[in-house]
């Protein structure tokens, strides 16, 4: 177990940025890793505190930033605040297990099952599905062995006191909570133009995220969920249960404007992940 963490970490540490470039810090060591080219920065300062020199000190570093572990990160937000198009790009930087409560919920729909069904009665009326259904999914889901060694993202869960309280009791908490921060207004036109292939899983929007060619415009998707009427139901909802996740987060938690470009939604997103990173990766080199 304790290699296939430190695998994980590395690997979390290897994976090449999305769009974002950054400059290296003073005090910090690039390190690369064994594959595709990727390089991520990690702080050093612990082991230069204790005199180490260039070679020990990176040895460390690494030792430090496999212990610690990887990411364990949720993003929340109200309905298309952008927490799947964010988790695209945080999934394709850091290697996370990216998962989804609404794609778990919408693939039990699509299976047929009795839980999908019962499910598809909640979603179409903007309410939350009852936790009978939903906290055993996103806990089986959670402890497989993937997430536990690459890391989480967890999008759109806890969304209430009840399934929070249900991961305290498991013990599971995240380095960093996410909140983005989208006005009520930019949401209904983001509902309403969003599209989904059904061949890639990748997320459209008819304005601001357009389709490539023809061949993937017409075979784009909407949700049954996704009309004006429903997204102020989901909207509801949201508020109602929003105060008790941040008062339960509090100490990771951190807002994120999201209603500038994708982009720079990730690079905000991006520095807060790697900062994350860097202290949990510095707390175990301290000790
Ligand atoms: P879920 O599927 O999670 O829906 P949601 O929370 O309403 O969020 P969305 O998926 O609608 O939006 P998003 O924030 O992912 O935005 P996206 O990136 O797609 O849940 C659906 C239902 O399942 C719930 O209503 C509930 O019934 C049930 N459910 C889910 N979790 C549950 C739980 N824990 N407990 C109980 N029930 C649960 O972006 C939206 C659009 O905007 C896209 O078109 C995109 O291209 C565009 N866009 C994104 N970012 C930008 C940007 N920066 N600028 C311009 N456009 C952008």
């Not at 990727?38 to 990176?58: D, E, I, Q, T, Y």
């Not at 993937?216 to 009309?227: E, N, Y």
Request: charged content about 25%; aromatic content about 4%; some cysteine.
């Amino acid at each position: 177990m304790a290699s296939s963490t430190a695998a994980a970490a590395v690997s979390c540490l290897s994976t090449p940025p999305v769009t974002i470039e950054r400059s290296i810090p003073r005090g910090r060591l690039l390190f690369r890793g064994s594959h595709a080219g990727g390089s991520r920065p990690l702080r050093l300062n612990s082991a230069r505190r204790r005199g180490l020199s260039p070679a020990p000190r990176a040895a460390k570093a690494v030792e430090a930033a496999a212990k610690a572990g990887p990411l364990n990160v949720m993003i929340a937000g109200a309905p298309a605040s952008g927490k799947g198009t964010q988790c695209e790009l945080i999934k394709a930087k850091y290697g996370l297990v990216h998962i989804s409560a609404g794609d778990l919920l919408r693939a039990e729909i699509a299976a047929g099952s009795q839980n999908g069904k019962q499910a598809k009665e909640f979603m179409e009326k903007g309410q939350l599905v009852p936790d009978e259904i939903v906290v055993n999914m996103v806990k089986e889901r959670l402890l497989q062995s993937d997430a536990q060694e690459k890391g989480w993202l967890l999008d759109g869960y806890p969304r209430s006191n009840s399934q929070a309280m249900a991961l305290e009791t498991l013990g599971i908490r995240p380095d960093i909570f996410i909140l983005l921060d989208v006005p009520d207004e930019l949401l209904v036109e983001r509902v309403v133009g969003r599209r989904l292939d059904p061949v890639t899983g990748k997320i459209y929007h008819l304005k601001y995220s357009p389709p490539e060619n023809e061949e993937i415009a017409s075979r784009l998707t909407q949700r049954f969920d996704d009309t004006e009427e429903k997204v102020k139901l989901r909207l509801q909802t949201h508020y109602q249960n929003i105060e008790s996740l941040e008062s339960i987060y509090e100490d990771v938690i951190v807002k994120v404007k999201g209603d500038t470009t994708v982009d720079d939604v990730f690079a905000e997103i991006n520095k807060l992940l790697t900062s994350s990173f860097d202290k949990k990766t510095e707390m175990v080199a301290s000790t």
